[in-house]
């Protein structure tokens, strides 16, 4: 047997970290800049535990585009590196500074550092020819030094006359990464990932004022203690990220250090259309460095659709997605935010129940789709979810949350297996005469007319068990919620037969069953419902999904139930004139057919036609009738 370390050559591996580290190579100078940062922030640390003498002085940091020289530096005003330190740091790949200062000088605001991996610094090889860097490190008598490297393994290190402490990293840019030399390019980068750096950084150009301020905004309000702001902070914050007037309607501040470091705001929005939610999203940082607004993974879907910054060291700069999913600090994080999530919402529904009520427009678009798509949440969400109740104006609403609308149907709206049945509207204008009926039966209908709500509907009947969901055109009143009750006409088995029979109408694209059943003499003469099951199929058809066209193309269903005991078909029956009988029924089945949307085309024209008929009948014979 034989045992050995495969050989690595470092010619061969040094073009596959340039070219395949980071696909996206705007990052070179997020990376360059996190390291000048991390160099003043060590700085700080070191001087305030006395190990760093001397001034600390303003720390910043400078870009420097020139045009002409085709180059972008760099500066810094931090640490600096001695030769033996350039030599460790920066010739030995993947050997992280920044990880050895953390596990030296732990407990000492190590979370501020942000480098890792020790890979970054080789992104600047990405878009440069060359890299020269000057350094000075802050002890005493270390002379200064310069390196110099064209991208591959051989360097050059040599003695400098830099007097001033710090860093100045001095790419040549190359051919193909002249766009970064576009002053709108780089600023736009810096924007992008520096907004909210904790330490000042100014974009020098020749174009640029001498004096203006710098481009970050170096204490973001999610840094900040919650006791420090004021609702006008979070405001103005939520402007600063987003450029909105739209004020959201409540915010999260996120601050965890056990077991993961957490901080962060996230914003509910308000939202004014559906298709408008997913423009801005929520961007995740690692220590106040942007790191991607794709925050798929960290996020729990449903809050995707959640404004605001997450910032978390513990999720590594670059990432990628499958590293992401794997990570289990990942996990943690998106279990804990759903919680704080639903802590927060529970917490509003218990304090301010009107103002929850107020904003559940735009809320509850979140916990449907949060209950639907996280079990966890849904528990929580049970709590707080609501049900609009229909039947009340636009000034007063009313709203009911599952267990106090369990209690205000409990006797009328159980069914013959004890289920609640809750009854739904779509549409509260074309279902007026179906909503009113169950009313005037005592029953509650809720309002289930946002987009997510067929959706959702589906999924609550599997998941609460002793619910289903009813819309309240699916059947006549009385049937409703299905208590196995038999309901007699007063008309003759042989009457009843003889309506049947006239009710025997053939309709295009209309699939009808007749029933004969006693109801109420004030109820119409004929309801015309669709079977719940069949409406939701054709309801899906129209959305999507592999089964869509065969549910498409399917005739709708309609049951018409005759109301056996309604007065018009005791008169209708004594008459011998059959012609005029089979009008009239046809009549009373259309108009049943009209309410609930379904009279369409040659059948709409039809009824026209046979009403003006059955108005002037035996007087004048208008247009032709069938
Ligand atoms: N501007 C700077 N001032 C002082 N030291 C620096 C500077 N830039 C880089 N270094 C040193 O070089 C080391 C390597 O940098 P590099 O960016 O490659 O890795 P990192 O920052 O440690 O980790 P990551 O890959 O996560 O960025 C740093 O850890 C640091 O010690």
């Known amino acids: 047997m034989q045992k050995g370390t495969i050989q690595v050559q470092t010619e061969n591996i040094f073009p596959i970290i340039k070219k395949f580290l980071y696909s996206d190579h705007d990052i070179f100078l ?8 991390d160099a003043s922030q060590k700085l700080k640390t070191l001087s305030s535990i006395g190990e760093a003498k001397g001034e600390v002085g303003e720390l910043l940091i400078e870009v420097k585009l020139d045009e002409e020289a085709k180059t972008i530096t760099i500066s810094d005003r931090g640490i600096g590196m001695s030769a033996a330190e350039v030599e460790k740091y920066l010739n030995q790949v993947a050997f992280s500074g920044a990880e050895e200062f953390v596990k030296k000088y732990k ?16 992104s600047a090889f990405m878009v440069s020819d060359k890299v020269e860097v000057f350094t000075k490190s802050f002890k005493e008598d270390t002379p200064a030094v310069r390196w110099e490297c064209d991208g591959s393994p051989e360097y050059m290190l040599e003695e400098t006359n830099k007097t001033d402490r710090g860093t100045d990293i001095v790419l040549y840019i190359n051919e193909e990464s002249a766009e970064f030399l576009d002053p709108e390019r780089i ?58 007037n739209e004020p959201p309607l409540f915010w999260i501040h996120l601050n965890v250090d056990y077991p993961f470091n957490l901080t962060g705001i996230l914003y509910f929005p308000k939202i004014k259309q559906s298709y408008e939610i997913q423009k801005d999203k929520i961007q995740l940082y690692s220590n106040q460095v942007f790191v991607t607004d794709e925050v798929k993974d960290i996020v729990p879907e449903f809050l995707m659709l959640l404004h605001g910054v997450i910032d978390s060291p513990d999720i590594p700069l670059n990432v990628s997605r499958s590293y992401l999913q794997g990570d289990p600090n990942v996990k943690k994080i998106n279990n804990h935010i759903t919680k704080k999530v639903a802590d927060k919402l529970e917490e509003l529904f218990n304090k301010e129940r009107k103002e929850f009520e107020g904003k559940w427009d735009s809320l509850g678009l979140f916990v449907k789709y949060g209950m639907m798509t996280d079990d966890k949440f849904m528990e929580r969400g049970n709590k707080f979810h609501l049900f609009e ?44 005469a179906y909503i009113r009926g169950a009313e005037a039966k005592g029953y509650i209908v809720v309002k289930m007319d946002t987009l997510i709500d067929p959706s ?23 049937n409703l919620i299905d208590k196995q009750e038999n309901l007699d006409s007063i008309l003759s088995k042989d009457d009843e037969a003889a309506l049947k029979g006239l009710f025997d109408i053939k309709m295009t694209g209309l699939s009808m069953t007749v029933e004969v059943k006693g109801l109420s003499t004030e109820a119409p003469p004929v309801v015309a419902t669709r079977p719940e099951f069949m409406r939701r ?21 309609v049951t018409l139930t005759v109301n056996g005991n309604h007065p018009i078909y005791q008169q209708l029956l004594k008459n011998d004139d059959k012609a005029k009988q089979e009008k009239v029924v046809h009549n009373l089945a259309d108009l049943a057919l009209l309410s609930q949307g379904l009279l369409k085309g040659s059948n709409l024209t039809s009824f026209i036609n046979r009403s003006v008929d059955l108005m002037g009948a035996g007087e004048a014979e208008v247009g032709s009738v069938k």
């Open 107 to 122: 407990g000492q605001n190590e979370n501020a550092i942000i480098g890792k991996f020790g890979l970054g610094f080789y």
């Open 389 to 432: 109740i229909a039947g009340y104006g636009e000034g007063e609403k009313k709203f009911y949350t599952l267990d106090e609308l369990r209690m205000a149907t409990e006797t009328l709206q159980k069914n013959k297996d004890g289920k609640l049945v809750i009854l739904y509207t779509t549409d509260t204008v074309q279902q007026d």
């Open 187 to 244: 600023r736009g980068i810096l924007l992008r990932f520096c907004r909210f750096l904790p330490v000042p950084i100014y974009f020098r150009h020749k174009n640029e004022e001498a004096d203006a301020p710098p481009i970050n905004n170096t204490q973001p309000a999610w840094k900040k203690k919650p006791s420090e702001l004021s609702a006008e902070d979070y405001q103005n914050f939520y402007k600063e990220l987003y450029q909105y």
């Open 456 to 478: 959702f509907v589906n999924q609550m009947e599997s998941k609460w068990s002793d619910v289903t969901f009813n819309r309240v055109d699916a059947d006549i009143a009385d």
């Open 30 to 37: 997020r990376e360059l800049i996190s390291n000048a940062v």
């Open 537 to 557: 199929m054709k309801d899906m058809a129209s959305m999507s999904g592999p089964m869509a066209s065969f549910y498409a193309n399917m005739p709708d269903e």
